[in-house]
Each structure stands twice: as structure tokens, then as C-alpha cells.
């Protein structure tokens, strides 16, 4: 069984790596991370340079969560991926295609204001995976 | 060992949280709660013999007893309570889970009252889950 947890590399994205790297580790499963660089406009006419620099930074992104999981479930086997593309809907693809049994994704902030809103790729998430859809705080 | 809460109001949606809670259990040798919230009757607990209380009493535990069994189905060795709460459904949720130090919820992504608007992605009670949990919160749909 695999799981797979999204981040973005905010605080949030943090605890859900947390959590799922410790639902991976109590159910002896594998875990996939996975960071989607957002764009929303086709790629036939790429900007090299600022794509170089976004892929940089999802690498940076990737490395900060797999230091989460070695400290929190050393012994889970953890995969990564890199995709590009909408974010929720390569999410939702990604998930189909690896065959997750369970995604982990952060929620935005803990203000009040911000504590009202779930984030649009949360909800197109939750509506459309074919699998159950952890919120983690 | 931890332990995962599931809430049921006997809808689609919820049994196959439920479904998906005992999964999560039998990977994991947690137990499980299951949940069922009466709504609104503040009077009714002070008036047990209330005919219309009965009612949902019995409702209640038909629910949970369907779930037992959608528990079962899954593995039967599975720790499963369950659990009758009267309130605000969404408020009881948040205050049980915190209160029996829960590592999870399991909620379907809407109830029987969302059931009618299949425009609404995400249930009114669901939606008050999420942002009042102090735990994950797992969507199943």
C-alpha cells in the first residue's frame, strides 16, 4: 500500500508530511512525495530560465520533506515526484496512477480568517480523488 | 496504540468512511470508535421517555449497528466502540475527538442533509469538522 502527501513547502505542508510519514510507518506502507510547480498556461513556448529556477526550488522542496520523514519514520520506503502542471488536477492524476490508497495535504493557517478558507487545490482535491483525502492542520 | 474516530449518520458517504476507518485500522492494529451525534436535543436527554427521543434512540443505535457490521466485514478482529453523542453534530465531533485524544477523524465528505444538494461538494458538518479539528481529518467520498 502507498500513501502520498502533497506539499507545497509551507508550514503546513510540514505537519502533513509529519503525519503521513507516521501513518506510513503504524500501517507498513510506502510513501510518496509529491510537489506540483503550478502552471496553469501550456508549455509549448517554456521560459528555460524561470522553469530552471522553479524546478530548483521544487528540489529544495522535495529535500526539506524528506528530512521530515527520515526524522519522524526512517525505516518507511519513501518515494518523490516532481510534476507540472494544475496543481489539483495532476494531484488527482498522480494519485490514480500510483495507485494511493490515502492522500495527506496540508491546511492553510491557523488565523481566524484564514482558518475559513480550505485553499482551492484542498477542495478540488477532496471532490475529485478517487481515494480518501486526509486534511492535516 | 492510537485510536481513529469514525462518524456515521448512516448516509452513502459516511459508510464508506466508515469503511475506510476500519481499513485504516486493520493496517494499523489501532482500535475505532464509531461515532453517531443525535442533533439538537438538549431537551430530549432531560426527557428520556420522550416518545420522539425513542425514536432516535433506536435510529441511532440501527446506525451504529450497520456500521458495526461494515466494520466487521472488513476484519473482525478490529477494536471497535461504539459511541452515542447529543448535540450540535459538528460541535460533539470536535469536542469528542479531543476529548478521548483521537489520532483521526474519519467523515464522509457529506451527510445525509447534503445528500440533497448535489451541487455542494463538501457537507455543512463536514466543512465544520475541518476547520475546527485538532486532529487530521480524513474526507472520504
Redesign the interface.
Same mark, same amino acid.
Request: net charge positive.
Given at each position: 500500500?502507498k500513501y502520498m502527501v502533497c506539499t507545497d513547502g509551507e508550514k503546513s505542508a510540514a505537519k502533513a508530511i509529519e503525519?503521513a510519514a507516521q501513518?506510513a510507518k503504524?500501517?507498513?506502507?510506502d510513501l510518496l512525495i509529491l510537489h506540483v510547480i503550478a502552471s496553469e498556461v501550456s508549455r509549448a513556448t517554456p521560459d528555460y530560465d524561470s522553469y530552471g529556477t522553479q524546478t530548483q526550488k521544487a528540489q529544495t522542496i522535495i529535500n526539506k520533506a524528506l528530512e521530515i520523514t527520515t526524522q519522524f519514520a526512517p525505516e518507511i520506503t519513501v518515494s518523490t515526484r516532481i510534476a507540472v502542471g494544475p496543481v489539483s488536477a495532476e494531484i488527482v492524476r498522480i494519485a490514480e496512477e500510483e495507485g494511493i490508497a490515502?492522500i495527506?495535504i496540508g491546511?492553510i493557517g491557523s488565523s481566524k480568517l484564514k482558518? $475559513?478558507l480550505?485553499g482551492n487545490v484542498t477542495?478540488d482535491v477532496?471532490?475529485y480523488?478517487h481515494c480518501?483525502?486526509? $486534511?492535516?492542520? | 496504540m492510537g485510536e481513529f474516530l469514525a462518524c456515521t449518520d448512516g448516509s452513502e458517504y459516511s459508510e464508506k468512511a466508515v469503511k475506510a476507518c476500519a481499513r485504516a485500522a486493520m493496517y494499523s492494529g489501532y482500535g475505532m470508535t464509531l461515532l453517531h451525534v443525535i442533533e439538537d436535543v438538549v431537551t430530549y436527554a432531560e426527557l428520556p421517555d420522550e416518545p420522539g427521543y425513542k425514536i432516535l434512540k433506536e435510529k441511532a443505535n440501527q446506525i451504529l449497528k450497520r456500521a458495526k457490521q461494515i466494520v466487521e466485514s472488513v476484519d473482525k478482529n478490529i477494536d471497535c466502540k461504539l459511541r452515542i453523542a447529543h448535540g450540535r453534530i459538528a460541535s460533539e465531533i470536535v469536542r469528542i475527538s479531543v476529548e478521548g485524544r483521537y489520532d483521526a477523524i474519519f467523515i464522509g465528505s457529506k451527510g445525509t442533509r447534503g445528500k440533497l444538494l448535489t451541487r455542494m461538494l463538501i457537507g455543512t458538518v463536514t466543512d465544520e469538522v475541518i476547520i475546527n479539528s485538532h486532529c487530521p481529518v480524513t474526507i472520504v467520498r
Open positions: 500500500m503525519v501513518f503504524i500501517s507498513n506502507s490515502g495527506f491546511t482558518k $475559513l480550505l477542495d477532496i471532490h480523488a480518501p483525502v486526509t $486534511l492535516v492542520r | -
